[in-house]
Antibody
Framework: QVQLVQSGAEVKKPAASVIVSCKASGYTFTSYYMHWVRQAPGQGLEWMGIINPSGGTTSYAQKFQGRVTMTRDTSTSTLYMELSSLRSEDTAVYYC??????????????WGQGTTVSVSS | QSVLTQPPSASGTPGQRVTISCSGSSSNIGSSDVYWYQQLPGTAPKLLIYSNSQRPSGVPDRFSGSKSGTSASLAISGLRSEDEAVYYCAAWDDSLGAWVFGGGSRLTVL
């Protein structure tokens, strides 16, 4: 079965960077794009960007341009999302979510369990 | 302020039918497929509806989706207590070049 297993919770200080990983299994890794979505405490869902695991190309939400980097390791079927220059407003649960196909226009079908990132001095 | 507009809350009694609306524009719902997600407390979102009205395997047929113009709706019939959750709509927005979500609708089963 399709599974996305994310890395554990992180506590970071302002201005630091965080890397969240997402290990995929149960399907052909390079055949499905991967979204990253975050959810601040008590708030709704916010799209951060998407990566093509095959070629590594990415598309980021304008809000995160310059601060987010999405990468992948095809040898381990793992994706990474790095967010830099952290501030308190970045405190949130970060999700990887598989796209339902191989394009930016495919929505999310399977979600990881989420990774809590807390930013505090 | 979310790009897609949903009512913040909805409610119904067991067995009833409830609908949740999602309003957008020509650059998102008007030109893209709509997805619906269910988020139970403390869990990751789960796909309920894709491509406006399609249900993934395993999703009960009590859940149905529709789209007309720049609006979409999620209907839940035969309401059950376990349907209490927050429901989100989502679509690709051509103008923003990004996926956008509704603000979420919290469903209460009275």
């Amino acid at each position: 079965q399709v599974q996305l297993v994310q890395s554990g919770a992180e506590v970071k200080k302002p201005a630091a960077s965080v890397i969240v990983s997402c290990k995929a299994s149960g399907y052909t890794f390079t055949s499905y794009y991967m979204h990253w979505v975050r959810q601040a405490p008590g708030q709704g869902l916010e799209w951060m960007g998407i990566i093509n695991p095959s070629g590594g190309t990415t598309s980021y939400a304008q809000k995160f341009q310059g601060r987010v980097t999405m990468t992948r390791d095809t040898s381990t079927s793992t994706l990474y999302m790095e967010l830099s220059s952290l501030r308190s407003e970045d405190t949130a649960v970060y999700y990887c979510a598989r796209a339902s196909g191989s394009s930016y226009y495919n929505g999310m079908d399977v979600w990881g369990q989420g990774t809590t990132v807390s930013v505090s001095s | 302020q979310s790009v897609l507009t949903q009512p913040p809350s909805a409610s119904g009694t067991p067995g009833q039918r409830v609908t949740i609306s999602c309003s957008g524009s020509s650059s998102n719902i008007g030109s893209s497929d709509v997805y619906w997600y269910q988020q139970l407390p403390g869990t990751a979102p789960k796909l309920l509806i894709y491509s406006n009205s399609q249900r993934p395997s395993g999703v009960p047929d009590r859940f149905s989706g529709s789209k007309s113009g720049t609006s979409a709706s999620l209907a839940i019939s035969g309401l059950r207590s376990e349907d209490e959750a927050v429901y989100y709509c989502a679509a690709w927005d051509d103008s923003l070049g990004a996926w956008v979500f509704g603000g979420g609708s919290r469903l209460t089963v009275l």
